[in-house]
T-cell receptor, first 117, second 114 residues
Framework: GAVVSQHPSRVICKSGTSVKIECRSL??????MFWYRQFPKQSLMLMAT?????????EQGVEKDKFLINHASLTLSTLTVTSAHPEDSSFYIC?????????????FGNGTRLTVT | AQSVTQLDSQVPVFEEAPVELRCNYS??????LFWYVQYPNQGLQLLLK??????LVKGINGFEAEFNKSQTSFHLRKPSVHISDTAEYFC????????????FGEGTQLTVNP
């Protein structure tokens, strides 16, 4: 089955530094990737949608300058949290939509636990 | 636009008991429906999905769900749960049109007790 690899699974960084999270589709081409944020005991909140080769579409209230998304190829999207602060600590999850089976072909990564100290 | 309501935030049950996790949705267009499971500190794993056809959908780990269009519901059921089913369960919906996004419910924490 389709596999989405997200790396790193956990990261701890100091306030003011930047952190990059990678999301790779291992065995399929993903024209669209989605980035979610999940607070403890809550649902997933869509942050942005990225399409290969074009700018990401951010949801209302998400700072595009703080959460930089790049979707440079059909198998890789990255989320960079710039100048991270403790309130950015959260669980970030990516998902990718495969070309084939558009009706249900959305696959999730295993998430990244970000802790900003 | 779509919305999803999971009626129970927490469902405690005993091992080998049946369980039903409720999900209702609203949408102005035809939709696809999904149930995902999330274990602690992990991503989401697809349990099952309804795209079309038979309204009773069978998924992995012995789960099944029934799409009821008139009641706009997609409840998840399992006749006999195991300790290992303890997890967070999310119902999700997306429109049939290309480019529609997934909308998630708030989640239901299923806790299976011995």
């Amino acid at each position: 089955g389709a596999v989405v690899s997200q790396h790193p699974s956990r990261v701890i960084c100091k306030s003011g530094t930047s952190v990059k999270i990678e999301c790779r589709s291992l065995d399929f081409q993903a024209t669209t990737m989605f980035w979610y944020r999940q607070f403890p005991k809550q649902s997933l909140m869509l942050m942005a949608t990225s399409n290969e080769g074009s700018k990401a579409t951010y949801e209302q209230g998400v700072e595009k300058d703080k959460f930089l998304i790049n979707h440079a190829s059909l198998t890789l999207s990255t989320l960079t949290v710039t100048s991270a602060h403790p309130e950015d600590s959260s669980f970030y999850i990516c998902s990718a939509r495969s070309r084939v089976g558009q009706s249900g072909g959305i696959h999730f990564g295993n998430g990244t636990r970000l802790t900003v100290t | 636009a779509q919305s999803v309501t999971q009626l129970d935030s927490q469902v405690p049950v005993f091992e080998e008991a049946p369980v039903e996790l409720r999900c209702n949705y609203s949408s102005s267009v035809s939709v696809y429906l999904f149930w995902y499971v999330q274990y602690p500190n992990q991503g989401l794993q697809l349990l099952l999905k309804y795209l079309s056809g038979s309204t009773l959908v069978k998924g992995i780990n012995g789960f099944e769900a029934e799409f009821n269009k008139s009641q706009t519901s997609f409840h998840l059921r399992k006749p006999s749960v195991h300790i290992s089913d303890t997890a967070e369960y999310f119902c999700a919906v997306r429109g049939e049109t290309s480019g529609s996004r997934l909308t998630f419910g708030e989640g239901t924490q299923l806790t299976v007790n011995p």
